[in-house]
């Protein structure tokens, strides 16, 4: 059997109490006191790597985007266009480069054809500023838009003035559908010639200037004894959807009735370009 003296080591709850009255209610118990400052060590090591990735991965886009400028700089001359399309990757595209793919662009003209010609010509002319002009080595005495059609200096993208002499090119092989065209060429015979015979070497020019060396395959085809080229390619072009937002911020519309008269200021240059 248990005696008294068995449970005689057990405190009394006098003296459990008593002891904690000397601790005091409202001190923390050691194990919190120790904890805080590693939560907050913890909170603080997590803040410090955000903030390193967070800046390393503007850092990383920045550069990115810096570089993929740099890259375009360095194969293309200088234009403020550049601003526009050298921050977007090339787009992938194949090129149907079929004789019996009947392109938009393509066939005996009409409405339609016309107005898909016009709808990647429509942005013509554009407004640049002083330093661009300056930048491509042309003079400060430029020609500049009247103040009514907001100022700046009158400027094209080469490209639209390519786009442009493949149209008239095309033109006159469908002399009938374009009066207009048919009584210029009447007129003014050799203007016109020298003007179609412009438009054949400046396309000449840009395309031995922006050679593509991606190569066409030959194929055989039922029937045929010659090998054919097979022209449906693989290009990397230009992100033509940003090009065209550039350009319709820049685009100048002239008022209706508008006549240009060449300034009485104006510095005139002694030959036609």
Not at 97 to 117: F, H, R, T, V
Not at 142 to 152: I, K, T, V, W
Not at 183 to 191: A, G, I
Request: hydrophobic share 35%; glycine share 6%; charged share 20%.
């Amino acid at each position: 059997m248990f005696t008294n003296s068995d449970y005689s080591s057990l405190p009394a709850k006098e003296s459990i109490d008593s002891k904690e009255a000397l601790l005091g209610d409202d001190e923390p118990p050691r194990i919190e006191r120790h904890s805080t400052p590693h939560k907050w060590l913890h909170w603080i090591f997590h803040g410090i790597s955000f903030a390193t990735i967070l800046g390393l991965s503007i850092g990383l886009y920045f550069t990115a985007q810096t570089s993929r400028t740099k890259c375009w700089d360095m194969f293309n001359y200088y234009s403020p266009v550049n601003e526009a399309i050298a921050p977007h990757p090339y787009v992938e595209k194949v090129f149907n480069g079929s004789l019996w793919y009947q392109s938009p662009w393509k066939g005996p003209p009409n409405d339609e054809i016309e107005k898909a010609w016009y709808n990647i010509m429509k942005y013509g002319m554009i407004s640049v500023t002083k330093e661009d002009i300056e930048k491509v080595h042309h003079p400060d005495w430029s020609a500049q838009f009247p103040p009514e059609a907001g100022g700046g200096y009158i400027a094209a993208t080469i490209g639209t003035h390519q786009l442009h002499c493949l149209h008239y090119i095309w033109q006159d092989h469908y002399m009938d559908y374009f009066p207009a065209t048919q009584d210029k060429k009447q007129r003014v015979p050799e203007l016109y010639e020298r003007h179609y015979e412009h438009c054949v070497d400046y396309i000449r020019q840009s395309l031995m200037c922006q050679f593509d060396t991606g190569i066409i395959p030959y194929n055989w085809v039922l029937d045929h004894q010659n090998p054919t080229p097979n022209a449906n390619t693989h290009h990397k072009c230009v992100n033509w959807d940003a090009l065209q937002d550039w350009l319709k911020k820049r685009k100048v519309e002239v008022p209706e009735g508008f006549q240009w008269t060449q300034p009485a200021d104006a510095v005139s240059m002694g030959w036609n370009p």
